[in-house]
Structures are given as structure tokens and as C-alpha cells.
């Protein structure tokens, strides 16, 4: 006979297999009204009532009647189009869209969202970090996906499972656990000083001169950079006014969007020579608003052909390979190593503090901290 538990804690009674059983009411079907009942089984009374109590407590958290409702796949489109995609910028929703479809979906998809545990999350991670290329050229020399890039995917994922903690379909984030893995920095590379002018004149010969000239003494991001309208420059101030920037949106279209922090919509000045190499350029095509318009189409220089030219420079001035980005690197590097404070540069840069510069930047800090104690110790020793 089961045995009665005052208070809703549920029904215990002994089956005949000799265990031990408690039911309780978990909720009621949303469309029919009718209860939802859940069991728990142990090995002796005590334990069931244990396992009962705290079934009841988080079927209390829980709503019973839609946890089992979705799949993992299913529960990412959802969340993706009613939560994430309407409050991020373009780009992000389409680095969360190729985290879900790419590598979440095909691997964990088909789990039901109340059954995903801490431990499939983990060999998901594990498996991207082990292969989860997709190119065929990449798989062969690396078939993994990097640290950040899995790292992206646990943050979309961590979110998604949030979100479904609050409306009461999860009692807890399964992703909360997880070991998520380490981002391995790249080394930072830039140009030398040495080798400054072969780019530069590399860059001219390719009729790119106004362009990468205006790169290395800004240091201005890509989707920035191709962006620029002739509006922009203030030849008076010796200003550009950098407001917009090119990036993809979440269905991979190249689309203009604002910055994406407020830090980076900055004014940025240019010397001199820069100023007349923007004149010059847009005395080629006076009557295009772009200030580096692709040459195919007119249009908007698109990001990736400006990398793609970008190695086509580096090749033809016979210089190792280094990627677009180290360019503002470059710039970064060699204005602080030549007396620009940090402040300066972070502002140029359009970093969102300089603390943040100055990590980035600690090998060139630390070369002017030797200069600085090396001054000193002269001072010192004319003293003593």
C-alpha cells in the first residue's frame, strides 16, 4: 500500500522488485489540465524520500509541462531568432548563427534540451578542438578549431542554456561546468622600420599607395578603413572622422554599421602627406563618395580584397607574411616606441580604455621602462 506524505511531499510505497518508489505531481499539461506525474526509485525508503524532496523543490523551478518540449536544436533557433538576434550587432549574429549550425547542431542537436548534461557539452568542446574543421585544405594541416573559436561556441551556447534556466525550462546551465578551453594568443608581428618603405613602394606600384600609407599612420581597423567616405576627411584639420565600419550580418552580407563601441567612433589625425594622398586619390574618381572604391564595381572596397592586396604587397616587396591586422599593430608599436603616449594611442586606435592598450602593447612599454632606467642610472652616476 503506498504510504501517504503529508505536506505534498508525494507517495512512497515498496514494489514488488523489492525497490523502492515515490511519485509525485509535477505540474499539469498546459492544453489538457490533466497532472504530470514523475517518479523517483531507490534501493531504501530513506533514500526515496531524499531523491523525492528534492524533485519536488525543482519540479517547482520547473516549467513540467514544456521542459521536454524542445531539442537542443530546436531551442537554439528559438532562442537565436526571439532573444540573441534582435539585441546583437550584425557580425555577432552571424559568428552565433555558424556556431549553432556549424558545430553545435550537427553534434548535440537532436538531444532533448532536459537531458543535455555537463558532460556532452564537454566532449562537443573536445571534439572541435580535436576536428572540427570543416575546409578540407585547413583539415589537413589542422583539423581542430582553435581555442577561441570553441570558446565562441560556449559562449553562444552558455547563453542559449540561460536563457532557458529563466523561462523554467532547465533548473540549472549544464554549460556552467564545463572547462572552457584556453585562447592560445598569436605571437604579434609587424613591420619593421627597415622594411617600411619596399611595402610602401610595393603598395604604389599596385596604385594602393593612399591606402596603406593611411593605415600605418592610423592604425585604423579594416571594416573601418574600407568604410571611409571622402566626407571624412577633414583636409583643413588633417582629420578623418571615423563613424562606420563594413562587416557582415547574419546571413553573411557585407552591410555599413556603426562602430562597435562607442570608443570606436573617433576623429583620427593624419599628417600631412597622408591628406594629399587621399586628395590625390579621390582626384581619380571625384565623383564616387567612397574614399577607396573597389575598381571592379565602384562600390565599396570589399574587406577581404583589401587583405587578399595586402599579401600581394608583402609578396611582390619580397617581405615575410603577416596578416592585415599587423599593420595596425605596426602602427600602434612604432608610435609608442617613438614618444606617443598611450593615451594617444589608445584614442587613435578607438580602444575602449588605455589600460587595455598597454597590455597589448607591454613589449614596447617595456623597451621604453629599460630606456627610462638606463636614463636614470646615467643621472645617478654623474651624482655619485
Same mark, same amino acid.
Given at each position: 500500500?503506498?504510504?501517504?506524505?503529508?505536506? &505534498?511531499?508525494?507517495?512512497?510505497?515498496?514494489?514488488?522488485?523489492?525497490?523502492?518508489?515515490?511519485?509525485?505531481?509535477?505540474?499539469?499539461?498546459?492544453?489538457?489540465?490533466?497532472? /504530470?506525474?514523475?517518479?523517483?526509485?531507490?534501493?531504501?525508503?530513506?533514500?526515496?524520500?531524499?531523491?523525492?524532496?528534492?524533485? /519536488?523543490?525543482?519540479?517547482?523551478?520547473?516549467?513540467?509541462?514544456?521542459?521536454?518540449?524542445?531539442?537542443?536544436?530546436?531551442?537554439?533557433?528559438?532562442?537565436?531568432?526571439?532573444?540573441?538576434?534582435?539585441? /546583437?550587432?550584425?557580425?555577432?549574429?552571424?559568428?552565433?548563427?555558424?556556431?549553432?549550425?556549424?558545430?553545435?547542431?550537427?553534434?548535440? &542537436?537532436?538531444?532533448?534540451?532536459?537531458?543535455?548534461?555537463?558532460?556532452?557539452?564537454?566532449?562537443?568542446?573536445?571534439?572541435?578542438?580535436?576536428?572540427?574543421?570543416?575546409?578540407?585544405?585547413?583539415?589537413?594541416?589542422?583539423? &581542430?578549431?582553435?581555442?577561441?573559436?570553441?570558446?565562441?561556441?560556449?559562449?553562444?551556447?552558455?547563453?542559449?542554456?540561460?536563457?532557458?534556466?529563466?523561462?523554467?525550462?532547465?533548473?540549472?546551465?549544464? =554549460?556552467?561546468?564545463?572547462?572552457?578551453?584556453?585562447?592560445?594568443?598569436?605571437?604579434?608581428?609587424?613591420?619593421?622600420?627597415?622594411?617600411?618603405?619596399?611595402?610602401?613602394?610595393?603598395?604604389?606600384?599596385?596604385?594602393?599607395?593612399?591606402?596603406?600609407?593611411?593605415?600605418?599612420?592610423?592604425? #585604423?581597423?579594416?571594416?573601418?578603413?574600407?568604410?571611409? @567616405?571622402?566626407?571624412?576627411?577633414?583636409?583643413?584639420?588633417?582629420?578623418?572622422?571615423?563613424?562606420?565600419?563594413?562587416?557582415?550580418?547574419?546571413?553573411?552580407?557585407?552591410?555599413?554599421?556603426?562602430?562597435?563601441?562607442?570608443?570606436?567612433?573617433?576623429?583620427?589625425?593624419?599628417?600631412?602627406?597622408?591628406?594629399?594622398?587621399?586628395? @590625390?586619390?579621390?582626384?581619380?574618381?571625384?565623383?564616387?563618395?567612397?574614399? !577607396?572604391?573597389?575598381?571592379?564595381?565602384?562600390?565599396?572596397?570589399?574587406?577581404?580584397?583589401?587583405?587578399?592586396?595586402?599579401?600581394?604587397?608583402?609578396?611582390?616587396? &619580397?617581405?615575410?607574411?603577416?596578416? !592585415?591586422?599587423?599593420?595596425?599593430?605596426?602602427?600602434?608599436?612604432?608610435?609608442?616606441?617613438?614618444?606617443?603616449? #598611450?593615451?594617444?594611442?589608445?584614442?587613435?586606435?578607438?580602444?575602449?580604455? =588605455?589600460? !587595455?592598450?598597454?597590455?597589448?602593447?607591454?613589449?614596447?612599454?617595456?623597451?621604453?621602462?629599460?630606456?627610462? =632606467?638606463?636614463?636614470?642610472?646615467?643621472?645617478?652616476?654623474?651624482?655619485?
Amino acid at each position: 500500500m503506498a504510504k501517504k506524505r503529508a505536506n &505534498g511531499e508525494g507517495n512512497i510505497r515498496k514494489r514488488k522488485d523489492g525497490r523502492w518508489e515515490g511519485r509525485y505531481t509535477a505540474g499539469r499539461d498546459s492544453e489538457t489540465g490533466k497532472p /504530470i506525474y514523475k517518479n523517483v526509485l531507490g534501493r531504501t525508503q530513506a533514500e526515496v524520500k531524499s531523491k523525492l524532496s528534492v524533485a /519536488i523543490a525543482e519540479s517547482q523551478q520547473l516549467d513540467v509541462s514544456r521542459s521536454g518540449e524542445y531539442t537542443v536544436a530546436e531551442w537554439l533557433r528559438v532562442w537565436f531568432e526571439l532573444y540573441a538576434k534582435p539585441n /546583437i550587432r550584425p557580425s555577432t549574429a552571424g559568428y552565433y548563427r555558424r556556431a549553432m549550425e556549424e558545430y553545435t547542431t550537427p553534434r548535440i &542537436g537532436s538531444i532533448k534540451l532536459n537531458k543535455l548534461t555537463s558532460r556532452e557539452i564537454q566532449k562537443l568542446y573536445k571534439d572541435l578542438l580535436e576536428n572540427g574543421r570543416l575546409r578540407k585544405k585547413q583539415r589537413k594541416k589542422h583539423p &581542430g578549431l582553435s581555442g577561441s573559436t570553441v570558446r565562441g561556441v560556449h559562449i553562444m551556447l552558455h547563453s542559449a542554456l540561460d536563457r532557458a534556466v529563466k523561462e523554467r525550462l532547465l533548473i540549472r546551465n549544464p =554549460a556552467d561546468s564545463c572547462v572552457v578551453p584556453k585562447i592560445q594568443h598569436q605571437e604579434m608581428k609587424t613591420l619593421q622600420p627597415e622594411d617600411l618603405k619596399a611595402y610602401l613602394d610595393a603598395a604604389e606600384r599596385r596604385n594602393a599607395l593612399a591606402m596603406f600609407y593611411l593605415e600605418l599612420v592610423s592604425g #585604423i581597423r579594416k571594416g573601418e578603413l574600407v568604410a571611409l @567616405q571622402w566626407a571624412d576627411l577633414d583636409a583643413e584639420q588633417r582629420t578623418i572622422s571615423v563613424s562606420k565600419q563594413a562587416t557582415k550580418d547574419a546571413d553573411n552580407n557585407l552591410i555599413v554599421t556603426r562602430p562597435k563601441t562607442e570608443n570606436s567612433i573617433r576623429q583620427i589625425s593624419i599628417p600631412q602627406e597622408a591628406v594629399e594622398l587621399l586628395i @590625390q586619390e579621390h582626384a581619380k574618381h571625384p565623383n564616387n563618395p567612397w574614399l !577607396f572604391p573597389s575598381s571592379r564595381t565602384g562600390g565599396m572596397y570589399h574587406p577581404d580584397s583589401v587583405a587578399t592586396l595586402h599579401q600581394r604587397i608583402l609578396k611582390d616587396a &619580397g617581405l615575410e607574411h603577416l596578416r !592585415f591586422h599587423d599593420l595596425r599593430h605596426t602602427f600602434a608599436t612604432l608610435a609608442l616606441q617613438n614618444g606617443v603616449d #598611450i593615451k594617444t594611442v589608445s584614442a587613435m586606435l578607438g580602444h575602449y580604455d =588605455a589600460g !587595455f592598450t598597454l597590455r597589448t602593447y607591454t613589449h614596447t612599454t617595456r623597451q621604453k621602462q629599460d630606456e627610462a =632606467a638606463q636614463t636614470m642610472g646615467n643621472l645617478m652616476a654623474q651624482v655619485r
